[in-house]
């Protein structure tokens, strides 16, 4: 709930991600992670090893850890207390974000 914080659309990101899950332990069962051999070859890369792969990892962090990272980007948390430079708090929200985007095209 994080995002419905940070943005008045982020209620929309966590009904997504709660809607797909339900989606795919509906139709899939408990083994959801494990059940995706017919899946495109994008979708078996992020999902290949219950996501302990460099993609599964790249995207899991995106969506866990992104609104994290721009929580205390928001509160001046990476640049005041942290001591971030500029360039890293940009880097690190263009890594996550991307992962992010990953995800969402998973979804």
Request: glycine share 8%; hydrophobic share 50%.
């Amino acid at each position: 709930m994080l995002w419905s914080l940070l943005f008045k659309w982020g209620w929309l990101v966590s009904a997504v991600e709660w809607c797909v899950f339900a989606c795919n332990h509906n139709t899939r069962g408990s083994q959801w992670k494990n059940s995706f051999s017919s899946s495109p070859p994008f979708i078996r890369a992020i999902m290949a090893n219950g996501f302990q792969t460099p993609v599964g990892l790249w995207v899991v962090s995106g969506l866990h850890c992104l609104p994290l990272w721009l929580y205390g980007q928001q509160c001046g948390l990476l640049s005041d207390r942290m001591f971030l430079p500029a360039w890293m708090v940009f880097v690190g929200t263009v890594l996550l974000a991307a992962g992010r985007l990953l995800a969402l095209s998973a979804e």
